[in-house]
């Protein structure tokens, strides 16, 4: 009882971050930091509340609310009805004194401009995290140019790897305002609790099955067209391999074109979006990130820590968080030989797959703690706030 109304006083007088971001659905990779950041945030003296915009009605948000429940996370939900609602500032602006927010964090471009208009009227520190730039449209265009105008009107910059960083000194933010603060993982959260047999079979797959898998947004950047004609071309050189695709969006329909034509439909599965992708990590004997554009992607650091063998692109900050040969392999974006050629190898030696498993594991224990990132990310604010 004592201990319980210390934290509550310890909350009460702890400076308050706001940390905003523009969802629809149930939004990315950014979320599991975002919803796990509090619980660690509040025992180094920040409270920290999670606020998403959103669209009225999205049934998606629900597993937004459900992850929010199961970290703990404070939640404050703002109605977004599109980029001329003027409510969202008026929302925002009644958020941040009912909480008496010290310090704003934007986590993208709309958040980033609201956060400046926002500052007048509540003044508070402003931070960024930039999480990386995917353009689809000439709208989406145009938003990014957006970002690149607000960011360097903020205090601190943070970027999640060393390309980001060069892209925003590119953009003007100055040197003293940026800052790179990879993303980490919660390595009691993610342990592995079952052998790659016991997992598969848990899935109803076959225990003998070689299985690759790949995890996230269907979109055109995740490059899932390249890994499906690289097992198409292990499977007609005679290696007896699978491929399960976790997640959903936009590229379906041409993957499922893509897939009927090369006549895997049988050998290949798109799993649709899953609330916990942690059992499917665990079947797979090799995780493979085929991406043509990242920034340093969560689905990378949560298979290392499951200690599932990876083969990797190498672009944005995967080449910082594995060793090529140690880690994982490394292979060009895009290159669809070389990543066949680098999945075979990994497919066709257990010694190499143990080895990856140990090595992986280790590196994110040693360098990419969730604990250690939010260590830093106290500091920061400390800084800020001059305390």
Not at 153 to 172: H, M, T
Request: glycine fraction near 10%; hydrophobic fraction near 40%; charged fraction near 25%.
């Amino acid at each position: 009882m004592i201990a319980t109304a210390t934290r509550r006083t310890a909350r009460a007088t702890a400076p308050v971050v706001f940390d905003t971001r523009v969802v629809t659905g149930s939004g990315g990779g950014p979320e599991k930091t975002l919803l796990n950041s509090p619980r660690f945030l509040e025992p180094l003296g920040y409270h920290m509340l999670c606020g998403y915009l959103h669209p009225p009605g999205d049934p998606g948000f629900a597993e937004i609310e459900k992850k929010a429940a199961r970290y703990n996370a404070p939640l404050i939900a703002i109605p977004d009805r599109g980029p001329w609602d003027w409510r969202v500032v008026r929302d925002l602006l009644r958020e941040c004194k009912r909480h008496n927010v010290a310090i704003w964090h934007g986590h993208d471009y709309k958040t980033n401009a609201l956060g400046l208009l926002l500052n007048r009227f509540w003044p508070m520190r402003m931070v960024t995290t930039v999480h990386g730039w995917v353009t689809h449209t000439a709208r989406s265009k145009a938003y990014y140019r957006i970002d690149r105008l607000c960011l360097p009107r903020y205090e601190k910059v943070i970027c999640v790897s060393d390309d980001l960083y060069d892209i925003c000194r590119g953009a003007s933010v100055p040197a003293g305002k940026c800052v790179v603060i990879e993303n980490g993982i919660d390595t009691e959260e993610y342990t592995r609790g079952k052998s790659v047999a016991e997992a598969k079979a848990a899935l109803g797959r076959p225990s003998g099955e070689m299985l690759v898998g790949g995890v996230g947004r269907l979109s055109r950047e995740k490059g899932f067209d390249i890994l499906i004609r690289a097992v198409h071309t292990l499977r007609q050189g005679g290696l007896p391999v699978r491929l399960i695709v976790v997640g959903e969006g936009e590229e379906r329909p041409r993957l499922e074109t893509l897939i009927a034509e090369l006549g895997l439909a049988e050998f290949v599965t798109l799993a649709g979006w899953q609330s916990d992708a942690r059992g499917h990590f665990e079947a797979m004997d090799v995780f493979c990130l085929s991406s043509t554009l990242e920034g340093l992607p969560n689905v990378l650091l949560e298979a290392m820590a499951l200690e599932v063998p990876c083969v990797a692109t190498r672009l944005g900050g995967v080449a910082k968080v594995m060793t090529d040969d140690a880690d994982g392999l490394l292979v060009p974006p895009g290159d669809q030989p070389a990543l066949t050629d680098a999945l075979r190898r990994v497919l066709t030696s257990a010694e190499t797959r143990d080895r990856y498993r140990r090595t992986a594991r280790r590196t994110i224990e040693t360098r990419y703690s969730f604990a250690g990132r939010m260590t830093k990310m106290r500091d920061l604010y400390d800084q800020l706030l001059g305390r």
